[in-house]
């Protein structure tokens, strides 16, 4: 409501209009100004302008309610004190009465009536007061009071936009501090791509110049792989006006690709159309090797399990090709699997590190005699590779299985004897008994001499039965290697077969009739696997189609001799020899034009890149896989060897 001027003169009226106008600049002058000197100008103006006795601004702080004051007298500057003592009695009385009714106070300096008028600055007094003071009975007049009210509505509105801008500012720098505090890379660009501002988050991760980041400029930081996903995707999120969400690796500032997850969401315009999008990346490098090491566990776990399975299998089919009755094959087939069981759970405790010699050796023999004073051990320990532990394991069951059937373990006087050193780099291994039965040295090899002889060579080395007058004993020489590391080099494959010579392994007998009529007689198939019981398996199968199986080869050494000293017609190639990769073996059966099929516990995904094309006959596997198989291999459609893959620019 504007006062009653009808008694001021022109002059009077002149100057109120020109007080006025100086107040409505004040908000133009306190851009960027802190509140208190937004008090201390507006204090010093209306105090010459009012001719006031006293003008008094206390503020409120925004956040702890204190007072802060700043006050203009005609004889005293700001007193630190006023607004202790005066300001929470101004507020009070402004919250509480019309802001023209006068609040009546003592002038401190010459002890008369002063004349107080109060100004809420800001609804209901949230930024403080206005207040002025006078001494005389016609005081404030009607002009002072609107100059009061002109200089409390700029006050509010200053304070308000301080305010304003006081808030917005807090909330960049909290933004700010989040970016930082969360590593993540926050940029904005225009609906084209191009980069809109720059980005110190993003050129600190990738090490970019501003010059480099400028325009397209970032896009060289993505992969050459993963630019033209990231493009198409942006475009469909313009077109679309939705959000987009990807991932794809940038060059880190060390150089190195790190993978990252991006997000961006469009901002439109007045008419609708995307102006730009303003997204993030976040590094998952971390989280992707996670992945890709937990795909790496999953597809190990798969293939142990798988391998374990064959294993199971080719010892359940060799036990009952042998076994007269089914009592016998039950007793025969489940010492076996309980062999392998018990040396799992020592790799299990493990953690499938190794498993020590001497554990083994008293665990396999001791559950098959079952008492400890019938047998003794005396060796250094050495921790074995899973793999040799699995194959010595089931060694040492038959070497115990043996005794106790027929040897001394059989007689309740009988004593075995294992001991063992290291020389010259290989393990010497010796199986001793006394107290037994005579001893009749064997007519022909059974299966247990088979096994036991065919899974040292696996290893690299020889066993050999001794006859001596006080019992049986065996010599088993193996490289120290072969049982410490995870591939094994050893000596190219023998080519001696025949039936119960000392060659590689026992050849099955040809199979006739329903058994031949597959078509395969006479070709000469390599066989690759260095499980010792899969590969016996799969001698066998071969042998009863009429195939003439050539090794097993345990190695990729051994593969490499047979394909380079043997004519083959096809090869059962395991995808992993003993922890070794078996690139080179696919790639010698390339260039030799020798089609082949991976036998694997892996998926497709885990063989050799350039090979991932080839079939596959999965672990564990019946004869019907194996001959559906080699009739792919054989058959009408059959393509011959797998293509080597080129890399790009590789030489034709």
């Not at 990252?260 to 609708?272: E, K």
């Not at 074995?384 to 373990?409: F, I």
């Not at 020389?423 to 010796?430: M, P, T, V």
Request: hydrophobic content about 45%; some cysteine; overall charge negative.
């Amino acid at each position: 409501m504007l006062p009653d001027l009808a008694d001021a003169d022109a002059a009077t009226l002149r100057r109120c209009l020109c007080d006025v106008l100086a107040l409505s600049t004040l908000p133009a002058l306190w851009a960027g100004a802190q509140p208190l000197r937004m008090a201390e100008s507006l204090a010093a103006a209306l105090f010459t302008m009012l001719s006031a006795d006293f003008v008094y601004v206390a503020l409120i702080e925004p956040r702890g309610g204190a007072l802060a004051s700043v006050a203009q007298t005609d004889c005293y500057e700001s007193d630190p004190q006023l607004a202790a003592a005066l300001g929470p009695e101004l507020l009070d009385w402004t919250r509480r009465h019309d802001p023209r009714e006068l609040f009546l106070s003592a002038d401190p300096r010459r002890e008369v009536p002063l004349r107080v008028t109060c100004r809420p600055l800001g609804h209901n007094s949230e930024f403080g007061v206005l207040a002025a003071g006078f001494v005389g009975e016609d005081l404030p007049s009607p002009l002072h009071h609107l100059l009061l009210d002109v200089g409390a509505t700029h006050a509010t509105t200053g304070f308000t936009n301080a305010l304003l801008v006081h808030s917005l500012r807090q909330t960049e720098e909290r933004f700010r501090a989040l970016i930082e505090a969360s590593a993540q890379i926050v940029w904005t660009r225009a609906s084209d791509g191009a980069a809109v501002e720059d980005s110190p988050s993003w050129r600190t991760f990738t090490g970019q110049t501003y010059a480099e980041w400028q325009g397209f400029g970032w896009l060289d930081a993505i992969h050459p792989e993963d630019r033209p996903r990231a493009a198409a995707l942006w475009r469909a999120a313009v077109a679309e006006q939705t959000p987009v969400e990807t991932e794809y690796r940038l060059r880190h500032a060390s150089g190195e690709w790190r993978w990252t997850a991006m997000r961006a969401v469009p901002r439109l315009d007045a008419s609708g159309a995307v102006q730009e999008l303003v997204g993030m990346n976040t590094d998952i490098s971390e989280r992707k090797a996670a992945e890709q090491t937990q795909q790496l566990l999953l597809g190990e776990l798969n293939h142990r399990v798988k391998n374990t399975l064959a294993n199971v299998q080719a010892i359940a089919q060799h036990t009952l090709r042998h076994a007269k009755t089914p009592a016998e094959f039950a007793q025969a087939f489940g010492g076996r699997v309980q062999a392998l069981a018990r040396v799992h759970i020592q790799l299990t405790e493990a953690t499938w590190q190794g498993a020590h010699l001497q554990m083994l050796i008293r665990d396999q023999v001791q559950h098959v005699s079952g008492e400890a004073q019938q047998f003794a051990v005396q060796g250094p320990d050495l921790v074995l590779a899973p793999q040799a532990a699995l194959h010595l394991a089931l060694v040492l069951h038959e070497l115990g299985t043996n005794s106790r059937k027929y040897g001394a373990l059989s007689k309740p006087e009988g004593k075995v004897t294992v001991t063992w050193a290291v020389k010259n780099d290989r393990l010497q291994l010796q199986w001793g008994e006394r107290g037994g039965p005579r001893v009749e040295v064997p007519r022909h090899r059974g299966f247990g001499t088979v096994l036991i002889q065919s899974s040292v060579r696996g290893l690299g080395g020889e066993a050999q039965m001794v006859c001596v007058a006080e019992g049986l004993g065996w010599e088993i020489d193996l490289p120290l290697e072969a049982l410490r590391a995870p591939t094994v080099p050893q000596p190219s494959v023998t080519r001696d077969r025949v039936p119960g010579a000392a060659g590689l392994v026992e050849m099955a007998k040809p199979g006739t009739g329903e058994a031949r009529a597959q078509g395969f007689d006479g070709k000469r198939i390599l066989v690759v696997e260095d499980e010792v019981m899969v590969a016996l398996n799969v001698v066998n199968s071969l042998a009863q189609i009429g195939v003439q199986p050539v090794g097993p080869a345990h190695s990729v050494e051994q593969a490499l001799a047979a394909i380079a000293g043997e004519a083959l017609d096809a090869a059962l190639l395991d995808a992993n020899l003993a922890g070794a990769q078996v690139d080179a073996v696919a790639a010698a059966l390339t260039r030799k034009d020798v089609p082949f099929v991976f036998v694997t516990g892996y998926t497709r995904d885990s063989l050799p890149a350039a090979f991932r094309n080839a079939p596959i006959l999965a672990k564990p596997f019946t004869e019907a896989d194996l001959i559906a198989a080699l009739r792919g291999l054989f058959g009408d459609g059959a393509s011959g060897s797998i293509p080597l893959r080129r890399r790009p620019g590789a030489a034709e």
